[in-house]
């Protein structure tokens, strides 16, 4: 009987004579072993993550993160009382992150671990709106930008903020400057630049948009703060392009939000906040949670988060330093570079962005040029069906007609990985020019797996 229930083969247990429940809620058990299997089976349909590309996130981790993640599985951060020194290590990393941006004082200013980008841009964005109706602004707040993430479409529908997206024009693919007096006034709460755009990689010129409100408000103008979206190049200018100014060097600069589940190395689930100065961030956003007999400030949309994303966060940085992130990021720029170049070789591609640290993030956004039969959809398909995933789409508005091609490199991405993908889109190339009757692709029929699709507007 006992060998009836527990056979040598995994796969001959009763668990295994049904399909997997998946609508109602499971009548019955099934062993441990069986549940597992059929999980880990029913994964391996999803796509590689270091195959990725169309990812800015985090896909490799170190073994000794990985312990750390497990060891923390079961700490919950809001609880500042009980896991202490959780919250201590979050406080550190907020000091870290403040004097890494050239924050004025960074013992004393504030911030947060978040459970990303979109939670610490709309934190960014609330301080922002309090911060101008404490001025006296009344009406509709608007926000004014450049093409932005789909975090900042649901802050301003979420919280009632109109959002000013500045439309692309010319032949720039970033914010015009000179564009911001045309849309901003008394009720623009904060200009957002975004430093690493999603769409292109590029960097937004953040120092060039503070001058133009230092202009606007020298005419006589409002006086508007800058929040930057720094998702993905927080932690890349710091370390590979020092000299570029984005960050609290610009007074104008009163919030930056990052993901440390992006260039910050950290496994996924984990963004920050941070204020220039304590006086940034209203106090009336923050609630104070009994901590040792003291209290922490806490500033977040979430309350339960896991506490593994932060402590591992803090290991990088201890680990790795201004001179290991240095290092890091400048191997993932060089692996970028190469790709660029050898995508410029092998097809007919127009580079928008080439991977240069000075100009954006380690990424690589390129056109076809006039003339093939085939467009980027039916490229990305093609890869895919290797199984490498690479996000075609359209430009934003002001550009929406043009399609292009995006490469996202990151840590543990290596050059010979890269020669691999290389030599798969040589190939993908000849089958598409040798197969010239096919019907090309829409966007849709090429599967929407870039992260960036615009929402629809009700
Ligand atoms: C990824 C990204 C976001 C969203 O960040 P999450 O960490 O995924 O929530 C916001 N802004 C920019 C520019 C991004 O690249």
Redesign the pocket.
Known sequence: MAENLFPNDLFSLPGFTRPAPHGGFPAHELFPDVAYEIVHDELILDGVARMNLAT??TTWIDDKARRLMAESIDKNIVDKDEYPQTAELEKRCVRMLADLWHAPDPASTLGTST?????A?ILGGLAAKFRWRARGGTGMPNLVSGP??V?WEKFARYFDVELRQIPLRGDRYTMHPDDLPEYCDDNTIAVVP?F???FTGLFEDVAAISAALDRLHAAGGPDIPIHV?A??GGFLGPFTAPDLVWDFRLPRVKSI?T?G??TGLAPLGV?WAIWREAADLPRELIFDVDYLGGNMPTFNLNFSRPGGQVITQYYNFIRLGRAGYARVQSATYFVARHFAKGLGAIGPFELIHAGEPERGIAAVTWRLTEGPDYNLYDLSDRLRARGWLIAAYPLPAGRQDETIMRAVFRHGFTLDMAELLLADIGRSLRHLSANPWRTPLTRAQAGGFT?DAAPEVP
């Open positions: 800015f996130c459970t990303g980008s979109s939670e841009a932005v993430q975090c975004t690493g755009q999603t979206d998702a993905s939000n993901s589940h992006k963004g992260h």
